[in-house]
């Protein structure tokens, strides 16, 4: 049974979410193929379009980001990435989109495995305008409709560099056969313009630096009004950052408010912004979970597991013979059984450690998971929409590898009515000490609707990453040979003075 909202189609309009019919919406039996309902809460304007006539712009001269002497990352297979140490397995899946997996570092030719497979899990989109039109808005968008399967064409020169590689992927379709999504992805290497590493001296007039290169494998699925890019970058310095942006239009309906001045905009503004006349974007939360089956040096089978430690920072007392009152000390505590973990409250930082094995300097080689957005969800733990969705309501959860466990919102989350997914795969509060351990993130965004966001939304970017910890034997980055430059022409121009 699907709920359907209608939108005006009939001037044409390449904006359809931006046109709403409000409070028009019809319930559909799919596989009676009968019109159940048909509910019509009254006669709402429909918002004016977008004015055509705005001011021109002056162009900017091109910015561009090219590779003159080639790339230095090498595809193979299907499909294979080699990039400076990094090595990794991609594909697409229908449901999560990219899969990374098999990812490694070479590390002075020892080819270490740090992850065995990563993905997107499972997605939450619940909208707070409590109207019949609305209510029923909170979508679970990997789940129900499909990372994958929803993946858009990628635009060269804006959504990527010009001269990134662009993949064509197959993604299977409803009945079981595949269709082509030409650039689906793309891959390229960027300059970030910032410098991975430096030590300058103010006395003198140049600085010991290295420019940051990474590594960037993105997809941009399209959730109906929303799309989602999704970026793994792999950096020079042994790090792996996972960065979802939000972009595209803003889910609106039509209000008799022009202007907040106007009598109903009280009402009308009461669960979103008034983003345009007679615009208003309710309010959201988009909430993304990310499973990481890390695998910190081949932690599988006969080699052992994998541990996650919580590194507190715990504040200490000092003895009256010191000059100073108070410091900080670390209280690093391995974290014994399944569950949602509490990010809150204290300060601190986690790390998944191999205690099998020892770096020179005799520390567990470790990844550290530096957590970005954490709003988690605030809903009734006695509200469907977060029954269903149960792992939004924790930044981080962990457990013990099951083959079976893959979404944090269970295998169906279509119509479900909760308590799958993580929280029943931590209830059993099984042993993960020394396992293969899984970590699951979720990245949360309260989304208060502005202005700017309409009628097209400004790209936002959130995420977390991986860092080594410990894990090498020094600073992985180390060992850059000596910085390089680029020309006004483009050409590369290797620049020994600043040694
Ligand atoms: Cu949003």
Known sequence: ???????????????????????????????????????????????????????????????????????????????????????????????????????????????????????????????????????????????????????????????????????????????????????????????????????????????????????????????????????????????????????????????AAATMDDPTAANDTANGTLVAPGTVAPMHDHFFNFRLDLDVDGARGSSGGNTLIRDAIVPKRLPQANPRRSLWVVESTPVGTEGPLSTRGRNGAWRVINPNLKTALGHNPGIQIVLGNQSVSTLAEDDDPQKRAGFAASTLWLTRYKPRELFAAGDYPTQSRGGGGLPGYVADRENVLNQDVVVWVTVGINHIPRVEDWPVILTDWYGFKLRPFNFFDENPAYNIPAGFATTTTGAPLLRKSIE
């Open 1 to 255: 049974v699907l709920k359907v909202p209608c939108y005006e189609l009939e001037t044409g309009t390449s904006h359809l979410y931006g046109r709403p019919i409000t409070g028009v919406f019809a319930v559909i039996d799919v596989e009676e193929k009968r019109v159940l309902d048909v509910i019509d809460l009254g006669a709402v304007a429909l918002p004016p379009q977008p004015d055509p006539r705005r001011v021109a712009r002056a162009a900017l001269k091109p910015v561009q980001m090219t590779s003159a002497l080639g790339r230095n990352y090498k595809i193979s297979g299907a499909i294979q990435v080699e990039w400076d140490n990094w090595s990794f397995h991609m594909r697409m899946e229908r449901r999560v989109g990219p899969v990374i997996s098999l990812v490694r570092y070479n590390d002075r030719g020892n080819r270490r495995l740090i992850a065995y497979q990563m993905s997107l899990s499972e997605m939450f989109v619940p909208y707070m305008d409590p109207g019949a039109d609305w209510s029923y808005r909170t979508y679970m968008d990997s789940g129900e409709f499909g990372a994958g399967f929803l993946m858009s064409s990628l635009m060269a020169g804006s959504d990527c560099p010009a001269d990134a590689a662009y993949i064509t992927m197959a993604v299977p379709n409803d009945t079981g056969r595949s269709f082509p999504v030409r650039r689906a992805a793309c891959i390229f290497e960027r300059n970030t313009g910032d410098p991975l590493w430096r030590h300058g001296n103010p006395a003198q007039p140049t600085a010991l630096t290295r420019p940051q290169v990474e590594l960037v494998v993105r997809m941009i699925p399209v959730m109906g009004n929303t799309d989602y890019i999704i970026d793994w970058v792999f950096t020079q310095g042994g790090e792996i950052e996972i960065r979802t942006a939000v972009a595209g239009i803003a889910a609106v309906k039509g209000v």
